[in-house]
């Protein structure tokens, strides 16, 4: 019915987003947005052929800028960034009513649009490398690339704040983002919660799963994500650690997991993440500062505990002693204290999917929807 009536209005809507490579919190916001607006066509820096991004959206129009061809011949888009202005400048939509662009890290802004063109920013967070954010990948440790990404930020930081001056509405993934975008764009936001918990997986979290002996993580094998500290933590606590995610960047920090004795799963399934959550004695997330983090309410719709850093995103999605509990910094002792928490205090699973439905999809369409007009 919702596309009938699309059809009749005859509306024409256009999704952006930074690229598709890693299929990430920002992708699973991206599907939601492309399912919610079938017709709708995806523009984009570049797809990276043979990711898992690619594959999920293989069925939908994907425009991709005339510089693709250049920043896919290796792993280019990071050096790459000062192409920025240009990449997003190329793109004409001005034949759209309805503009959604979901922009992070590559910006996502600058595309023509029309005079009556609605332009609507769903903000995963300014570019954190942009504004002094800890990254992933610790690009600053060499000096040449240090002083590059310092002069390339003095002039993506101005083509930053100039595009956001263009767009008609913001939406923010939560209010740590929203106070981040009025700090760098002096914008206001709505804040809409990612949509973690859809109709098919609040049917399978009724399921009740035995737990089994081990703490999970879901991340990228990257820096800034606590991995390491968690690993030792367990290591000393004798422990099992699972780990789902895929290496990215140059890093050899597969290598330590594996010698503190993680076991690295790789990427899996939606359907074997779910049993993977629910068999998992408690979560662990440690990113300081997260935009929001979806993998903890994932945790939490599956009825297991999180253990989290105190910042960020984790501060709205995490109640202390209710369905996790927050440590003030990430060094292996603070780790331990809290998994010793973890496993002092009996769980309510009822209690920690009933939260955790709180970020429903049903109310991300409602709120988007509102927000579009259709």
């Known amino acids: 019915m919702r596309n009938k009536k699309q059809k009749v209005r005859g509306k024409k809507l256009a999704l952006v987003h930074d690229f598709l490579g890693e299929f990430g919190g920002a992708?699973?916001?991206?599907?939601?947005l492309a399912e919610m607006y079938p017709e709708a066509p995806i523009y984009t820096a570049f797809v990276r052929p043979k990711s898992e991004a690619a594959r999920r959206f293989a069925d939908r129009k994907i425009v991709e800028s005339k510089w693709a061809w250049l920043i896919k011949r290796g792993n280019l888009h990071s050096p790459?960034?000062?192409?920025?202005?240009?990449?997003?400048?190329?793109?004409?939509?001005?034949?759209?009513?309805?503009?959604?662009?979901?922009?992070s890290s590559y910006i996502a802004r600058g595309f023509k649009v029309g005079k009556k063109t609605k332009v609507i920013a769903y903000c995963h967070t300014p570019p954190r490398w942009l504004y002094g954010y800890q990254?992933?990948?610790?690009?600053?440790?060499?000096?040449?690339?240090?002083?590059?990404?310092?002069?390339?930020g003095v002039f993506l930081r101005m083509f930053?704040?100039?595009t956001a001056q263009g767009v008609n509405e913001w939406l923010a993934n939560s209010e740590n983002v929203n106070r981040r975008i009025w700090k760098f764009y002096r914008k206001k936001a709505k804040v809409v919660y990612p949509p973690v918990i859809d109709r098919?997986?609040?049917?399978?979290?009724?399921?009740k799963e035995k737990k089994g002996d081990y703490y999970l993580i879901v991340a990228r094998l990257v820096g800034g994500k606590g991995l390491e500290e968690a690993a030792?933590?367990?290591?000393?606590?004798?422990?099992?650690?699972?780990?789902?995610?895929?290496?990215?960047?140059?890093?050899?920090?597969?290598?330590?997991?594996?010698?503190?004795?993680?076991?690295?799963v790789g990427f899996v399934s939606d359907e074997e993440l779910g049993k993977i959550y629910a068999k998992a004695k408690g979560f662990i997330a440690l990113a300081r500062d997260e935009d929001?983090?979806?993998?903890?309410?994932?945790?939490?719709?599956?009825?297991?505990?999180?253990?989290?850093?105190?910042g960020g995103g984790f501060l709205e999605t995490v109640k202390d002693g209710e369905t996790g509990v927050f440590v003030e910094d990430t060094s292996v002792e603070a780790i331990e204290k809290g998994l010793r928490r973890i496993e002092e205090i009996e769980w309510d699973e009822k209690k920690l999917k009933k939260w955790a439905r709180r970020f429903s999809r049903e109310r991300f369409e409602r709120e988007v929807r509102a927000v579009v007009g259709w």
Do not use: H
């Open 27 to 32: 992708e699973r916001v991206l599907q939601v």
């Open 80 to 103: 790459l960034r000062f192409l920025i202005p240009w990449i997003w400048r190329g793109f004409d939509l001005s034949d759209y009513d309805v503009v959604i662009t979901s922009c």
């Open 135 to 152: 990254t992933s990948i610790n690009w600053q440790k060499f000096w040449l690339v240090r002083w590059y990404g310092k002069i390339l």
């Open 160 to 162: 930053d704040f100039e």
């Open 200 to 207: 098919k997986l609040s049917q399978a979290l009724d399921i």
């Open 232 to 264: 030792r933590a367990c290591q000393r606590l004798g422990v099992k650690l699972k780990i789902v995610g895929k290496s990215a960047g140059l890093s050899n920090l597969e290598r330590k997991l594996r010698e503190y004795g993680a076991e690295l």
């Open 292 to 310: 929001f983090g979806m993998t903890v309410v994932e945790a939490m719709g599956w009825g297991t505990p999180v253990l989290a850093y105190k």
